[in-house]
């Protein structure tokens, strides 16, 4: 990865803050005539404090006062040009959990109608407890008091609702808030300039069902996050850039796209409670005509704490995972962390093909070192990465039921087109490693490959069987670092290849001339030509003996014994 200098990369990333809120023209207590306000938590005081905010913003802007001590029932509240909401300290903003409390359509329960999507379909149908948008400017939502999101135990009569969200808003500022028991988004903001989020605090609960993103950001610019602390039952902070995000029906859409432009994130300790992410890139967007338009350029983030509390979550993590499980790779460049307590991180990038001229302060750019999803089955292509030729299908996952393991395999077709591949991208320390799949082709010879990071052919090995079957290829790494496994076209030049079942395991070669090894016991061993033939498998409970009467069967069948390699597994 090519480094760049700190000093210029502080002075590309520096955010240029105008947040003006103009003088108040109109400050109102939401509790004062005539918008008279309850706030005793189980009256509807939506339309009260909307009324609040429409009147402060007719005449010419000011605050709309939540005062502390009471809590206030309402729906989803829009926000307006030159308003601040002010949530005093004590003072509670609550979700209500009947729809006719809320202005806009709003749906109970999880499955809300939306096709063509894996998930999520109800984050978006809904509209944010605190909304502004479609070029809303100058908002303010502040004061030390709390938005508390309502569980009522059960999700078909729960509201998804995120706690604060924007769309297309300019000069903002969301800062000195609780969020509270939100179950799906806490701060979502899509394509909004010069903004501020500071001082937030969420407190999310752990519910194995549903998750709790805090603070997301798809195609901002001029963004400064500072000093807060997002427990989360999620992820904590992205930044993710999206076209035509199928889910953007009602308050926000990516049909026109804006570039992720310099975003700082500082001081903040983002702690999701989960196997999840303390920070993600989420680089979808790929399918836009412009890839300017969905780039993420010029994001610094330093002196975070950014960790999971599980073992098995990322601490910074650049994901493709999107809501139809096509495989994003938007550019980008600029990125740099710095000076952050990533505190036993475990895991790091899944794949990094698109990261330039951007550093980090940890030492490698690492990834799974087993497949993540080597069947498929997670309903198509995530944790893969995929490169079409002209074809837009011509590379991806299937679920049609041909003899492969489970319902799901991974495909390239249309070759006759040019070039396809579907790889993983594992992060592999220095050895040696057996790389084995069932595959199936068309009829043409089709490869299995390893490649570095940069494209360099590691090993390869081609396959041209036209039933399912076991192909495997040996390879050894002589440096740790990225490499990517899967299938190529090779010299094919029609039809197609399938893949299931890919997996990766260590092996040591030249077993023959190394009888003194002894494998552990209840180890499972299985032998293999130095080309990938599989020849035999050793079963557990081996010792040395039984191996060498494996090799001597192997050589009996004309196998070379310098050439045959013993895999653990
Ligand atoms: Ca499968």
Redesign the pocket.
Known sequence: MRKVSLGAALAATTVCLTVVITASALDVTVTDAPYNAVGNGTTNDRAAIQSAIDAVNSAGGGKVIIPGGKTFLTGDLTLKSNVTLFISPTGVLKQSLNTSDYAHETHYGKAISGSGINWDTWMDRNYPMVYAGNGAKNIKVTGGGTIRTAWSGNISTSICAMSVGMWRTDSFEISDLTLDGQFSYNINIHQCRYGLIRNIKTINPVMSEWNSDGISMEGCQYIHVTACTLLTNDDGIYCWSSYQDPRGLTWWNSNTPMPTLNVEVDHCRSNPQGAYKAWTFFPWGDESPDLSATEIRNVYVHDNYLAPTNSGGWSVCSQSLDPTYNRGHVPMTGIVFANNNYNGMRREFQDSPQFTNSTFDFTDVRSESQFANP???MSGTPYWTWVRNSDSASAGAKNNAVG??????GYIDKLDLGDARLFEGLYLTSGNYHFSARTQTSGDSVRMSVRSASGNSIASRGFANTAWQTNSVNFTVSSAGLYRLGIERGSATSGWARI??ATVATGFTGIASRPDLMMPRRATAVLYSIDGRKIGKVSRHVHAGQMGRGVAAAVRNGEPPGKLQMIMR
């Not at 492969?404 to 395999?409: K, L, N």
């Open positions: 069947g498929f089955e492969q393991t489970g319902g799901w395999y299931d079942d």
